[in-house]
Each structure stands twice: as structure tokens, then as C-alpha cells.
């Protein structure tokens, strides 16, 4: 009879205040079964739950949910659920050729409840699974459901499944009859949640105006609380497999392999898409990513579906802390590019929110970057640090580390492909501007192109390249370039115009430069032997 628990028994005290701190930030939107779970990602127990579970979320077929049930014992065969099959139907045979259906709808499932109850129903238990009714006679209230469901089914006899807080159980002939089917009674083995619980619970969803404030006026926090947690509509028998696959999670938890756990909660939600089974996910999959060893590209599989539970709490800075750790022991510990490559493509193929997605990015490219800023590789950091820089432009870490690539990447460039590069950077990264230092080696590369131009005797580009210089020369009052390399270009181009016999220029040349380094000897010198 457990389809919730009360958390100290599931989780331990310390979970329980894990639990009541996210209660107290959790968000209840509505359901969005496509993005939190998603069915090409389910682990299956057995090639046998594959088979059954996918192919009844392709077709919705009910000859698949006596599979949907068994599934959760992972040692099920198809010999084993044609055997139960066979059982059932000879239960339902059996109860057809007592001639039962001749009987009116109290004495027919009094009847019928009698004879499952002495046939199969022999022994309660909390923990169980649908096979257990054919194996031992072991049930509870969710799986001797299933079973009368079934029956019921195959009888004919109209029926709802009806969820109450702890508890499930059926009621035949609805809205004529009106006959109630307890499997167990309702206060056998009941657990109660705390009040604490229940009240954090309601405060939250009154926060989020789910509750009103009419309503919550109106009702007292116990009340709240069953209506808002528990189903107020029927359920039919595939979200009582769904019940049942949640159940198998919280006993699987209970023994210490919540991995496995996490899985069935998975393949519950597909079959319930609830509140309970959303907080649980998010639960169970934050306990596991901090507390269990597991593989990198399982762990980006992890933080990638984690990433899904925004409205439950999860929040970007949890999801970028991951990733972030999973890059120290993947890239920095171990110096695997490749897989850290692969665990980022797993985590963005997996992520559905934005902001999330950005902040992945970012942290992937600045990583990577600085992983071969480590080792002097800056041609290969360069890419990485462009594109962390156009997704924060801002960053200063990453405008000054990409600066410092910039200046060693273009260390053996030409003429040309300098000039291109430093006007690429100086247009498509204007925060690059901001840096004393760009501007010192942008401004700087002209005054160098513009003494290399003169030196091959190209007068057009030389004079075309040192009127940039002295254009941001004028704008920066900052720049860390030498007297001697200012007075090096200054000179070589009065030596351009010397040897074209052009004193008039020369001379033109030596003023400009002074005017900029006013207390250069060198330039003093030439000067004072060019107007001799």
C-alpha cells in the first residue's frame, strides 16, 4: 500500500533536510513529460522491459501492460510472462464458468474479490512486485489492483482506479453501483507525512498562486496538501504501472542503488507524469551527481537531464558547477580533449533551456581554450577564446587571456595577414578595445607594418599605415610602445624619402615623429644632419 512514503524512512534525516530546502524554491508549472524525460534515454532493466516498455509507447496497447507490470523484476523472461498470462486467464475462466456473470454487480464482485483473495492474494507485504502475486502470493495494494483491474477487464465489469494519499484501491460499477474494492485496508500499513512537510508543501504552492488565496482560506493545510499531491482524478491502469514502477524506485533506494532508482523513476514518468514523480527525478538525480562515482559521459548524460528541472529547483549555476567539475577531471586531471569533447556533446544534445545552453558554451570554450593556453599551444586556444569572448564579451578573465593568445598566435605572421588579423579583431570584438593592452599591440602593429613597408621601399602602404598609427596614437594616452620603436619607424621612412631625394619629406617625417617622442635623441640627430 505504498505509493508515497513518508521521507524519513526513504531518505534519512539528512535528506530530510535536502528535501524541506528545496521545497521551500520549487516551482510548480505544468507537466512537460517531452522535455524532462525523454524515452531514447531510458535504461531498461531487461531486453524484455525494452521490448514490452517501448513498444507500448509506440502503440498504447493494453496487451502490453501485463508486460508493464512484470517489467520491473529485471529477471522476468517472455517464458515467465506467458506463464502469468496463462494464470490469469485461467483466473478469469475459472470465475466465468461459475457462472458469476449471471450474478447482479454486488454478489458478482463479492465473488469475484473471495475467489482472487483465496487463489492468489495470500500474503501482504510493502515491498513487492507484480510477479511476487504468482510466485509467492505476496502483494499490496497497487499490485493486487493491477491484478483486479485486469480481471475486471476481462470480465467486463465496469470499473475506476481511485489514488488516495497512501493508498489505491477500485470501485466497481461506477456511478450506479458505486461498490468499493479495498485490496488491503486503508490504514494497513499507512505511513504518515510530517506536518512540516505538508506545511512547506502548501506554502509553496501558494506562493506560486496555484493555491488561492479564496481556497487557502477555506481549507486547512491537510486538506491542501492531499488535494494538490495526490491525484484528484481517476487513474487508469497505465499510471498505476506508473505508481508501481515509483514504488520499485523508492525500494531500490531504500537498498542503496539509487542509480537504478533514478532509471525506474524515469519510466514511471512516461507512463505518470506527476508532481511526485518531478520532485523525486530532481531529488534522486542531484543525490546521485553528488554523491556517486560515476563515469564522465555518464555523468554529462546525468547533468544534461538534470538540467530539465529548472521549474523543480535545478538551477543554471548548479548545472555550469558540473560541468565545470567534470572539466577539471576530464580535461585538466586526465588531458582528455576528446572526451571531454564528447561529454559536452552529450550535455548540449540533452539540454533544452537556453541560459543553461549559453553557460555550457561558454564554460566548454573557455576550458578549452585555456587547456591549450596552458600547454603554449595559442593557435589552437585562439578559437576557443574567440568564441567564449563573443558569448561574454565583458569577461575580463577571457578578454585578457585572449589578448595574450592574439599577440603569440600572430608572432610570425606576414605583413598582410597581420594587418587583416588585428582589423578582424579591432571590428567583430569592439570589447577588445576596452584593453590597453589590444590597443597597444593593434596600434603597434601598424607602426611596425608601416617601418617594414618603408623598408621595401612601398612609400603608399608605409604612409597609408603610419596615419593609422598616429590616429590612435591620438586616442590613447596609455600605449606601451617604446620611443626607440616609434623613432625606428620615423627614421626608416625619412631614410625612404632621402634616398627618393625628397629632403622636404624627410624632414616632414622627422617632425611628425617628434611631435610624438619629443625627446628622442635619435630622431634629434637625424634631423640635425638631414637640415645641415
Not at 542509480?259 to 505518470?272: I, N, P, V
Request: hydrophobic share 35%.
Amino acid at each position: 500500500m505504498r505509493i508515497t512514503s513518508h521521507p524519513t524512512n526513504i531518505f534519512g534525516n539528512k535528506m530530510i533536510r535536502y528535501i524541506f530546502l528545496f521545497l521551500l524554491g520549487i516551482c510548480f508549472n505544468g507537466l512537460a513529460q517531452d522535455s524532462l524525460v525523454r524515452s531514447k534515454e531510458i535504461t531498461y532493466l531487461s531486453d524484455f522491459e525494452r521490448t514490452h516498455f517501448t513498444s507500448y509507447l509506440k502503440t498504447k496497447g493494453k496487451k502490453e501492460l501485463i508486460s508493464l507490470f512484470l517489467s520491473t523484476s529485471p529477471d522476468i523472461t517472455s517464458e515467465k510472462d506467458e506463464k502469468i498470462r496463462k494464470e490469469i486467464i485461467a483466473l478469469g475462466n475459472s470465475l466465468t464458468f461459475s457462472g458469476i456473470q449471471k450474478k447482479k454487480p454486488n454478489r458478482k464482485i463479492s465473488l469475484t474479490y473471495d475467489y482472487i483473495h483465496q487463489t492468489s492474494l495470500r500474503n501482504y507485504n510493502l515491498e513487492c512486485r507484480f510477479e511476487q502475486i504468482f510466485t509467492n502470493g505476496i502483494y499490496n495494494c497497487v499490485t493486487a489492483s493491477a491484478l483486479y483491474s485486469i480481471i475486471f477487464d476481462d470480465l467486463g465489469i465496469p470499473y475506476e482506479i481511485k489514488e488516495k494519499p497512501t493508498h489505491v484501491y477500485l470501485l466497481a460499477y461506477p456511478n450506479v453501483e458505486n461498490i468499493m474494492v479495498e485490496t488491503t485496508t486503508p490504514l494497513f500499513g499507512y505511513v504518515n507525512w510530517p506536518d512540516e512537510y505538508k506545511s512547506k508543501f502548501v506554502s509553496v504552492l501558494k506562493d506560486q498562486k496555484i493555491i488561492g488565496a479564496d481556497e487557502a482560506a477555506s481549507k486547512n493545510s491537510e486538506e491542501l496538501f492531499n488535494k494538490y499531491y495526490f491525484a484528484s482524478e481517476n487513474i487508469d491502469l497505465p499510471r498505476l504501472a506508473g505508481l508501481h514502477y515509483i514504488n520499485d524506485a523508492i525500494f531500490l533506494k531504500d537498498k542503496g542503488d539509487i542509480k537504478t532508482a533514478f532509471q525506474q523513476l524515469e519510466k514511471s514518468y512516461l507512463l505518470y507524469p506527476s508532481k511526485r514523480s518531478e520532485f523525486l527525478l530532481m531529488n534522486f538525480g542531484a543525490e546521485i551527481i553528488s554523491s556517486t562515482k560515476m563515469k564522465p559521459k555518464e555523468k554529462a548524460v546525468l547533468i544534461a537531464k538534470l538540467s530539465r528541472y529548472k521549474a523543480q529547483g535545478i538551477t543554471t549555476d548548479n548545472i555550469k558547477s558540473e560541468f565545470y567539475q567534470l572539466g577539471q577531471e576530464v580535461l585538466f586531471k586526465e588531458n582528455d580533449k576528446a572526451l571531454y569533447k564528447e561529454c559536452y556533446q552529450l550535455i548540449r544534445e540533452g539540454i533544452t533551456d537556453k541560459e543553461i545552453a549559453d553557460e555550457i558554451d561558454f564554460v566548454y570554450n573557455y576550458e578549452l581554450g585555456r587547456a591549450y593556453f596552458n600547454q603554449n599551444n595559442f593557435r589552437m586556444a585562439k578559437p576557443f577564446y574567440e568564441k567564449a569572448l563573443k558569448a561574454q564579451p565583458k569577461n575580463l578573465d577571457v578578454n585578457g587571456l585572449f589578448i595574450i593568445v592574439l599577440t603569440r598566435s600572430f608572432k610570425n605572421l606576414d605583413n598582410a595577414a597581420l594587418i587583416d588579423s588585428v582589423n578582424y579583431y579591432h571590428d567583430k570584438l569592439p570589447s577588445l578595445r576596452d584593453f590597453n593592452s589590444f590597443n597597444t599591440f593593434y596600434t603597434g602593429a601598424y607602426l611596425f607594418q608601416s617601418r617594414n613597408m618603408f623598408s621595401r621601399d612601398d612609400a603608399v602602404k608605409g604612409n597609408k599605415y603610419l596615419e593609422v598609427f598616429e590616429s590612435e596614437w591620438k586616442l590613447h594616452d596609455d600605449l606601451n610602445i617604446t620611443d626607440n620603436e616609434i623613432a625606428m619607424t620615423y627614421m626608416e621612412a625619412t631614410r625612404y624619402h632621402l634616398d627618393q631625394n625628397q629632403k622636404s619629406k624627410a624632414i616632414e617625417m622627422l617632425n611628425r615623429g617628434l611631435s610624438i617622442t619629443p625627446n628622442s635623441v635619435a630622431l634629434q640627430d637625424m634631423k640635425k644632419y638631414v637640415v645641415r
